[in-house]
């Protein structure tokens, strides 16, 4: 029996569920011949060798390395959807990147939602933290618009791009530290790829942070010791391989369990992304 197909939001075409690579997805970067990841060892073979952040995001967007998040995101993306998305699509693949490719600027953020991500194919997409990062990205020129609902809502990104530490949604939105661990070659080289370019960083909770450490850490950037502490406005200066310096600036996570107490305000967002 073929799987069951349901219209994407924006352009009425029928997807299966989680979406097979190369179908017409918005931003799908992948094809049917992108290579998938099985272990840890591919990640690092497939990351090291994308010479492009095209190939990247393919090779990301159909990783299988880890069996509990693969599981996990395909369980959401058929058996387990959230009531009001029930007759959508779901992508149940990993968040590639997403932004202006020339950016000067990367967004490290922690991992995909179950029914945001996971569901769009797009990061910080069709979910409350998303509506909280692009609306302050809009009043602070980067982005063309503040909603972001659906892959292929028109949103565009510039002088700014986004990635995450894990690139999966996991249970509970807690990686496991080996998960994490697996993921970190993506994420090294989409900041090698950026590098030439790069002046800043912003990083999204203190996963985000230490991602965004780690990787330099493993390029070889020099990064200031003892490490610095993650918190709210923190920044810390790295230098590049190449000598070049770039800012790294610690944000609380636009989860709803901060925007919602009000341990992150809109103002203390734009005062933090004013400074990128
Ligand atoms: S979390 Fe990262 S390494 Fe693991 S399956 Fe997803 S994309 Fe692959």
Redesign the pocket.
Same mark, same amino acid.
């Given at each position: 029996m073929s799987p069951r197909r349901e219209p994407h939001p924006v352009t009425g075409e029928l997807f299966a569920s989680p979406v097979p690579p190369g179908r017409g997805w918005p931003g799908d970067p992948a094809t049917a011949r992108t290579p998938v990841?099985r272990d840890a060892d591919d990640?690092t073979r497939l990351a090291g060798s994308a010479r492009s952040l095209e190939v990247l995001n393919a090779r990301?967007s159909v &990783?299988?390395?880890?069996p509990r998040?693969?599981e996990w995101r395909e369980r959401v993306a058929t058996s387990g959807r959230r009531a009001s998305f029930a007759d959508q699509p779901y992508w149940g693949r990993?968040g590639p990147g997403f932004g202006d490719p020339e950016a000067e600027v990367l967004i490290v953020g922690l991992a995909p939602a179950a029914n945001g991500t996971n569901r769009t194919g797009r990061l910080f997409t069709g979910d409350r933290s998303g509506d909280w990062l692009y609306a302050a990205l809009h009043r602070a020129g980067y982005a063309n618009q503040p909603e972001s609902w659906a892959a292929g809502d028109g949103l565009r990104l510039d002088g700014i791009r986004i990635a995450a530490a894990?690139? &999966?949604a996991p249970p509970d939105n807690k990686?496991s530290t080996d998960?994490k661990a697996?993921?970190a070659p993506?994420l090294d080289r989409d900041l090698q790829l950026a590098e030439p370019r790069l002046r800043s960083m912003l990083a999204l909770g203190s996963i985000g942070w230490d991602a965004a450490l780690g990787a330099a850490r493993r390029l070889g950037w020099t990064v200031p010791r003892p490490k610095p502490r993650f918190g709210h406005g923190v920044e810390a200066t790295l230098t590049t391989a190449a000598g070049a310096d770039v800012r790294l600036l610690g944000s609380y996570h636009v989860s709803q369990q901060n925007t919602f107490t009000g341990r992150l305000t809109e103002a203390m967002l734009d005062e933090v992304i004013a400074r990128l």
């Open positions: 990841a990640v990301i &990783c299988r390395a880890c998040l693969v990993p894990v690139r &999966c990686p998960e697996t993921c993506w």
